[in-house]
């Protein structure tokens, strides 16, 4: 077994699996937060230092159109995982 880290986790990867690892730009990187973050805390600072992940497709793998376009930003504590959507409304609501 390999020790590799990926989002900041170490984990053991069986020799036999190491090939098939994906390769980093199926990656994302998850950062850890010592405190757990409040619902509504969405300017906090450790936002601004995960990564962005860009949602630029329909969940069948089509490209959207730009107004459709979100942001992701993601961090970990030992309590939760956080997410953090960004959307911008491009289009009249039906």
């Known amino acids: 077994m390999d020790r590799n880290a990926i989002g900041g986790y170490k984990h053991l990867v069986p020799a036999a699996r190491r090939n098939k690892m994906p390769d980093d730009k199926n990656l994302i990187e998850v950062r850890h937060l010592a405190i757990d973050l409040a619902v509504a805390?969405?300017?906090?600072?450790?936002?601004?230092?995960a990564q962005p992940i860009q949602i630029t497709k329909y969940w069948s793998g089509l490209e959207a159109p730009a107004g459709r376009h979100a942001e992701a930003r993601l961090l970990w504590s030992k309590k939760?995982?956080?997410?953090?959507?960004?959307?911008?409304?491009?289009?009249?609501?039906?």
């Open 41 to 49: 805390d969405l300017d906090h600072q450790a936002w601004r230092r």
């Open 80 to 94: 939760a995982l956080h997410i953090r959507f960004v959307c911008h409304q491009a289009e009249p609501l039906v």
